[in-house]
């Protein structure tokens, strides 16, 4: 079972929810393609499969397929070689799932299955590794009623991530752009901004409210459970591609990030005379 999101009191950076970690390294770039190898089909084609039931014994349900051509035989044809499909960099799914091509030096066969632009696409998306949000906001320890608090993103979680897939002679890139963050503030209200966030500056006027992303608390968090409201932010991302002469837009990926504010009523100080 995924660990559950991180509570801090305080508002600081805060653990994502689960399946929006990323697996190996921060690069933004991710490069998928079928490469020249050495690869050697199975000299026997595929194997033949049997079922047996528990009670008695059943004929064979056999699955066979015609062998695929030994390199040999195709270079002797023609000179080319066996392409398989390889990612770069930490992180990646190998896409080793995706079928070996043979390709003749120089061309592609005629009737060669080649990807389609669009199918070229949905590996690259598949390939996209987007940063979870890390939450920051002010005042760093409790919030305070009526007091405005600032909500912003770590920089490090938000630009623009890409990831291209490809054959001999194609490619399509996929690109990821956060568009806006959705806030659930724990108190029953949400916040919509359409950037990441203006962080407070040290030294910065405290009463003052946020240019662009903020949320002014109205009562306190002592009633909610563990005296904390859970707070939520998502990341919109707006996901295109283009390559091979054409181009589309894929539905929009989101990230998340989960936070707990401890909310304080504002104690008033006063002096009377006897």
């Not at 979680?157 to 054959?167: D, H, K, L, N, P």
């Not at 916040?191 to 030294?203: I, Q, R, W, Y």
């Not at 909610?224 to 929009?252: E, I, L, M, R």
Request: glycine share 12%; hydrophobic share 35%; proline share 11%.
């Amino acid at each position: 079972m995924p660990d559950e999101p991180s509570r801090k009191g305080g508002g600081g950076k805060a653990t994502p929810l689960p399946g929006d970690r990323i697996v190996g390294g921060n690069s933004p770039v991710a490069n998928c393609s079928y490469v020249r190898s050495n690869f050697q089909p199975p000299a026997n084609g595929v194997q033949t499969v049997a079922f047996r039931r528990a009670a008695r014994a059943v004929p064979p349900v056999v699955l066979a397929s015609a062998p695929l051509p030994r390199a040999s035989d195709l270079a002797a044809q023609q000179g080319g070689a066996w392409y398989v499909y390889r990612c770069t960099g930490p992180g990646f799914r190998d896409g080793l799932y995706r079928a070996p091509i043979w390709l003749p030096d120089g061309a592609a066969p005629a009737g060669a299955a080649l990807p389609s632009p669009q199918e070229l696409a949905e590996q690259a998306r598949t390939q996209l590794r987007l940063p979870s949000p890390h939450i920051e906001a002010n005042p760093a320890g409790d919030k305070l009623v009526s007091l405005p608090t600032w909500l912003w993103l770590d920089r490090g979680s938000w630009g623009t991530r890409q990831a291209t897939a490809a054959v001999p002679g194609v490619s399509v890139t996929a690109v990821a752009t956060p568009k806006s963050v959705s806030w659930s503030t724990g108190d029953g209200d949400a916040v919509t901004c359409s950037g990441p966030g203006t962080p407070f500056e040290a030294g910065g006027d405290a009463s003052a409210a946020s240019p662009d992303c903020g949320h002014t608390y109205r009562r306190s968090s002592a009633t909610a459970p563990d005296q904390q409201f859970p707070v939520t932010a998502t990341v919109h991302w707006k996901v295109t591609w283009s390559g091979a002469g054409a181009s589309g837009t894929f539905p929009d990926l989101t990230t998340s990030a989960a936070a707990a504010f401890r909310v304080a009523e504002v104690q008033a100080l006063g002096t009377g005379r006897r």
